[in-house]
């Protein structure tokens, strides 16, 4: 079973940019599962204006790497696979009613997020950009 996401990478002064769902006590990286057809930018497109209530800048979108993983309260076998991407955007980022929390994140928190979230905080740190 593969869980396809798509994810916005946004990092300000070496931290990344995490947000908590409400009812979940994990963080992840902004972003959700697509819907239908939906392309990648579609579906980062929607799932950031859903939680975060601002509009990703689709000029600007440059893919920063797809990772997968396992990891706890998945069924057994299932994979996420996560597409990143940067991007700019519009709008003043707060949580919406989706989201309970949002939090910024260094490369100390990594055991706050999942296990495919880790493999990208691991390359940020690796190439400078997480502090």
Do not use: N
């Not at 963080?27 to 697509?34: A, N, S, V």
């Not at 706890?72 to 940067?86: E, F, K, N, Q, S």
């Not at 949580?95 to 910024?104: P, Q």
């Amino acid at each position: 079973m593969l869980i396809d996401t798509v994810a916005w990478v946004r990092i300000e002064g070496g931290r990344i940019l995490c947000a908590r769902p409400r009812g979940k006590d994990v963080f992840y990286i902004p972003g959700g599962k697509r819907e239908g057809a939906e392309s990648d930018l579609e579906t980062l497109v929607r799932e950031i204006r859903e939680e975060l209530t601002v509009r990703i800048d689709p000029e600007t979108v440059a893919h920063a790497g797809t990772y997968e993983a396992g990891g706890p309260g998945l069924p057994d076998g299932a994979v996420v696979r996560m597409a990143c991407y940067t991007a700019e955007f519009t709008g003043e980022l707060k949580a919406s009613s989706e989201i309970e929390d949002v939090a910024w994140f260094s490369y100390a928190d990594r055991d706050r997020v999942p296990p495919v979230d880790q493999q990208l905080f691991d390359d940020l740190k690796d190439a400078g950009d997480l502090v």
